[in-house]
């Protein structure tokens, strides 16, 4: 199994400013996966992140609201741009390949005031 | 992606075998059902997956029907500490991607 560590665990934000999430996963992986799950609600996917390709987003997420990177085969960042309390949620990194199983770092909790 | 249908809650007692149904009536044959729970604040966790054979591990057993139009996840012995959302989810192994639905909160009783 993958041991995934995200930066920060938790913050609180001002709306319009920006927050960048990382993910840091102990072994090379092939697929990421960003989520975002706003209060008392499912999971929502937002991206997928492969390393040496843009990221495929969601219907209804947007690079220029969500940008992603994958440097390499290890890390991912994820950026809430502009943000609005709606943007208020856990957003959770996911790491696996197409065939097994997936596994989700603990999640950031961010607060947008 | 298959969408899928579960109860939103169901109890069970401690000691007893707790049975999570999960409908997904358009899964195609290239689609896997996979199954997670959440506890509460914590990232979701695997606990096992089949494309049309039943199967069992430490966690959890489930069975899929001939058809593969439902299937059930079987919790032995459900302890307090299984308490926690359930997730069926219908995954292709084309694009990899986990699409949750609502899922199934189970409350475990003493």
């Known amino acids: 199994s993958a041991v995934i560590s995200q930066k920060p665990s938790r913050d609180i934000c001002q709306r319009g400013t920006s927050l960048t999430i990382q993910c840091q996963v102990d072994?090379?992986?092939?697929?990421m996966f960003w989520y975002r799950q706003q209060p008392g609600q499912s999971l929502t996917l937002i991206a997928t992140?492969?390393?040496?390709?843009?990221?495929?987003?969601e219907s209804g997420f947007v690079i220029d609201k969500f940008p992603i990177s994958r440097p390499n085969l290890t890390f991912s960042t994820l950026t809430v741009s502009n943000m609005s309390p709606e943007d208020s949620s856990i957003y959770l990194c996911?790491?696996?390949?197409?065939?097994?199983?997936?596994?989700f770092g603990p999640g950031t909790r961010l607060t947008v005031t | 992606d298959a969408k899928t249908t579960q109860p939103p809650s169901m109890d069970c007692a401690e000691g007893r075998a707790a049975n999570l149904p999960c409908n997904h009536s358009t899964i195609s044959g290239n689609e896997y059902v996979y199954w997670y729970r959440q506890i509460h604040s914590q990232g979701p966790q695997y606990i096992i997956h089949g494309l049309k054979n039943n199967e069992t591990n430490e966690m959890a057993s489930l069975i899929i029907t001939e058809d593969r139009k439902s299937s059930t996840l079987i919790l032995p012995h459900a302890t307090l500490r299984d308490t926690a959302v359930y997730y069926c989810i219908v995954r292709s192994h084309n694009t990899g991607k986990l699409i949750f639905g609502q899922g199934t909160t189970l409350q475990v009783k003493p």
């Open positions: 996911s790491v696996g390949d197409t065939t097994y199983e997936q596994y």
């Open positions: 072994s090379q992986v092939t697929m």
């Open positions: 992140a492969n390393q040496g390709s843009e990221a495929t987003y």
